[in-house]
């Protein structure tokens, strides 16, 4: 059985999922290896233009699995403490890959985000929940801290820091509706059917648009997360309109199309 499945619904948009519903899609290494490996292959991959992510089941993910984590790789010989340091390091990994990933990522989150399910959600860059979505900070429910795998960092920047140190420090769940509201995510799709199909239309939606305009509009809201200024980080951004402008005849097609009434095709060259 594979634990993570990977289809193409259109061709443009590929939808990751992952594939262990009995145990609500728990972040067990023999899950999490090959999650990581299909999104670096994706990555490269220069067809796929958006990259959907979502659970098998009735969950999304509800974090570390309590009961068979499994085995990190490259871990054979290590003492406890260091073996416990490689695989935070392997689980971190996944965090930033989702986010260095070309494509922009669509999370489908269909139930259950909890402890580092919720880190997965924040990776994404665009999340959409079916009704049945619930998101919860579970570490300090288990007695442990509430932050990991970036989620510290992250959920402020998502809703702001004292609803995020709420959330973090209560351990409450944080319903679909609640999460719209607070901007956890963009949309609750009220047919859970229709939650994945959602999210394709969206990737769909984004690979009408120059493949380095989107690229590089990823890349600038990642990067503004951590930037020092705003007049540094508006530098960053011209830098990439300028590329695209003298490099690309997508500004000319853009204001001929519309003039002529009909989608823009961008050639992303001149």
Not at 142 to 150: M, P, V
Not at 205 to 212: D, M, T
Request: charged share 20%; glycine share 10%; hydrophobic share 45%.
């Amino acid at each position: 059985m594979s634990f993570v499945l990977v289809d193409r619904p259109v061709p443009e948009v590929a939808v990751v999922t992952l594939n262990r519903p009995e145990r609500m899609n728990a972040m067990a290494f023999d899950v999490m290896v090959p999650f990581r490996d299909q999104l670096v292959d994706l990555s490269h991959d220069n067809a796929v233009r958006a990259v959907v992510i979502t659970g098998a089941g009735t969950g999304f993910c509800s974090g570390a699995d309590q009961e068979s984590a499994g085995t990190p790789p490259y871990v054979d010989g290590l003492t406890r403490p260091t073996y416990a340091l490689r695989s935070m390091e392997m689980l971190e990994d996944i965090t930033l890959t989702l986010r260095k990933l070309h494509q922009p990522v669509i999370a489908a989150i269909n139930g259950a985000a909890i402890g580092g399910g919720l880190c997965l959600t924040l990776a994404c860059d665009i999340r959409v929940a079916a009704p049945s979505a619930y998101f919860r900070a579970a570490g300090i429910n288990n007695g442990l801290t509430a932050s990991e795998l970036g989620l510290s960092y992250l959920l402020p920047r998502a809703i702001g820091s004292s609803r995020a140190a709420e959330i973090m420090l209560t351990g409450r769940d944080v319903g679909a509706a609640e999460a719209e509201r607070i901007g956890l995510v963009s949309e609750v799709v009220e047919d859970p059917t229709a939650l994945v199909a959602r999210a394709v239309e969206i990737g769909q939606r984004i690979a009408g648009w120059s493949q380095p305009g989107v690229e590089l509009t990823k890349r600038t809201l990642v990067n503004g997360l951590d930037a020092s200024s705003l007049e540094g980080h508006m530098a960053a951004e011209g830098l990439g309109q300028l590329y695209l402008r003298i490099l690309t005849d997508n500004f000319e097609e853009a204001t001929l199309a519309r003039k002529e009434g009909r989608p823009a095709k961008f050639s992303d060259t001149r």
